[in-house]
């Protein structure tokens, strides 16, 4: 079945610091979404891309849909204890009914 | 006031049982949607209704069965409940395909 790719599969960074993690495709998607998940709870949408070559940021975080359409990055900018969790990118093809979860990005911030 | 509520929240039962889990959103979303989350983490999807009609059913065993009784409540019954079936079952609702989610927080099912 078809599978996305998400890397690193977890990190461990100091407060303050940039983060990047991205996800890859063998097909074309038509939505990108970013989630993040903490302990407890369910995935939260943080971004949501439905343009190749579409940049769009929330707060610190900022996300790409790649142009080739089978890519996207998120990255996070000064990070804080509290972005410790879970990140899950996600891809829809068209016609949308089936979102594919990457295996996810666990982040770990020292302060 | 919880936009996609699931109950219970834990759940604990006997290899063997039956049990039910159910959802409702607030949201007047169109999409509703079982996600199966592994002890790794990893999400998978399990079905999906568009206004009660069933449009994803994934490789799922027949044991589950999903019934949405309208477009806000989509409920998962679960026959004959095995070890493997151990896991964090979350709902979600979308405004319509192809939208983001909004996730439930999830039904942290036990079998013993």
């Known amino acids: 079945g078809q599978q996305l790719n998400q890397s690193p599969q977890s990190m461990f960074i100091q407060e303050g610091e940039d983060v990047s993690m991205n996800c890859t495709s063998s097909?074309?998607?038509?939505?990108w979404l970013w989630y993040k998940q903490d302990p407890g709870e369910g995935p939260v949408l943080l971004i949501a891309?439905?343009?190749?070559?579409e940049l769009t940021s929330n707060g610190r975080l900022t996300a790409q849909f790649g142009i080739t359409r089978k890519d996207s990055f998120l990255n996070i900018s000064a990070s804080i204890p509290s972005d410790v969790g879970i990140y899950f990118c996600a891809g829809q093809e068209a016609g949308g009914f089936k979102t594919i979860f990457g295996a996810g990005t666990r982040l770990f911030v020292k302060a | 006031d919880t936009a996609v509520s699931q109950t219970p929240k834990y759940l604990v039962t006997q290899m063997g049982n039956d049990k039910s889990i159910k959802c409702e959103q607030n949201?007047?979303?169109?999409?509703m949607y079982w996600y199966k989350q592994d002890s790794k983490k990893f999400l998978k999807i399990m079905f999906s209704?568009?206004?009660?009609?069933?449009?994803i059913n994934e490789t799922v065993p027949n044991r589950f069965s999903p019934k949405s009784p309208d477009k806000a409540h989509l409920n998962l019954h679960i026959n004959s409940l095995e070890l493997g079936d151990s896991a964090v079952y979350f709902c979600?609702?979308?405004?319509?395909?192809?939208?983001?989610?909004?996730f439930g927080s999830g039904t942290r099912l036990t079998v013993v």
């Open positions: 891309l439905y343009k190749a070559g």
């Open positions: 979600a609702s979308s405004l319509r395909t192809g939208q983001g989610y909004t």
């Open positions: 209704y568009n206004n009660k009609e069933l449009i």
């Open positions: 097909s074309i998607f038509n939505t």
């Open positions: 949201l007047g979303h169109d999409t």
